[in-house]
């Protein structure tokens, strides 16, 4: 298959990138690198490596002529306009299940992270501070109320690890789901008004731009923390901003942002904010099973098989 052009257009995972090369011809984001020798190769290109991250908007797909396929390495693929590749018939997958422990870890991590303050209790103990006399006093997370955004895969698993806290497990999703046991609240606000840890994980996207917004800091309040393991885009960074400053909420544990891999000057000066760089399913066991995925859909696509694991949108493609 050396002969089938694949233009990746992300920074590709070293898991990834000697895969594809050693079968594709990978072009390496000529689109943003080398306009004119991207529109030499433009018309030829077959398929598209991205990440969970990466953009491919419709103006790029409509540079593409031959393309039949966007895989993309992750779960998310918000940056991917569905709809324009659909209509030209382009595949589009991603990397679903295989990620679900990893990022519900993480969202577990930072949630105990920011209640325990234990990136400070590091640094009391390395700065010699101990000798002064103990820490201030931090936040119980057994038996306190999860209320989680977004119930799908990744929120189920959450949900699961919350029970193991003895943890009171309730969600807002767009609509309540039938086989989940947990509350259901119709929608964010509620939900943040009747929890302790406020744990978001619902696709990125326009239908979710800014959903945690002021009126649902307000409502989680000062016995409150926000844990964000989805999109960026999904909370009003300006407002958690305000939020944090004015002492509205309790505290927050962050691994996504509005414009990775920039953070405000202001969130990084919280103390009672815990922030990663978008590690969610950084492990190695776990970006080995994406990288294989993502591999896996193009490979079969392009021997004739179906692939893998499309998008919902492209799930039910003949
Ligand atoms: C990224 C993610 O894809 O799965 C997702 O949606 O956000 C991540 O796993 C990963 O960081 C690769 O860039």
Redesign the pocket.
């Known amino acids: 298959m050396s002969h089938i052009d694949v233009l990746s257009v992300?920074k590709l995972?070293p898991l990834l990138e000697p895969q594809l090369r050693a079968v594709f011809n990978l072009h390496d984001r000529v689109h943003e690198t080398d306009p004119a020798a991207f529109a030499k190769i433009a018309p030829s290109i077959r398929g598209i490596a991205a990440?969970?991250?990466s953009k491919v908007p419709a103006s790029l797909i409509a540079q593409l002529p031959a393309l039949e396929i966007i895989s993309?390495?992750?779960?998310?693929y918000d940056g991917v306009d569905v709809a324009a590749a659909k209509a030209r018939n382009v595949m589009v997958t991603h990397?679903p299940n295989v990620?679900n422990d990893d990022v519900a870890d993480l969202a577990i991590g930072l949630m105990l992270a920011a209640a325990r303050q234990l990136p400070a209790a590091d640094r009391y103990v390395k700065e010699g501070q101990w000798p002064n006399g103990p820490m201030p006093l931090a936040r119980k997370v057994s038996g306190a109320r999860l209320g989680i955004v977004g119930m799908g895969r990744i929120g189920q698993a959450i949900a699961q690890r919350g029970l193991a806290f003895n943890m009171s497990i309730a969600y807002t999703a767009r609509s309540a789901k039938a086989d989940i046991p947990y509350q259901y609240f119709p929608n964010p606000t509620a939900l943040a008004a009747e929890c302790d840890y406020l744990v978001v994980i619902t696709p990125g996207g326009a239908a979710t731009r800014k959903l945690i917004n002021a009126e649902v800091l307000q409502a989680l309040g000062t016995k409150g923390i926000l844990v964000n393991v989805a999109r960026g885009s999904v909370v009003d960074e300006a407002a958690l901003i305000e939020a944090l400053q004015n002492g509205v909420i309790g505290g927050a544990g962050l691994d996504v942002f509005e414009s990775e891999p920039h953070v405000p000057e202001a969130l990084r000066a919280f103390p009672h904010v815990v922030l990663a760089p978008?590690i969610?399913?950084?492990t190695s066991q776990t970006r080995q099973a994406?990288a294989d995925l993502a591999f896996n859909n193009l490979k079969s696509h392009f021997e004739g098989h179906a692939v893998y694991t499309p998008v919902p949108e492209c799930a039910h493609k003949g």
């Open positions: 992300t995972s990440s969970g991250e993309v390495f992750g779960v998310g990397t990620l978008h969610g399913s950084a994406m």
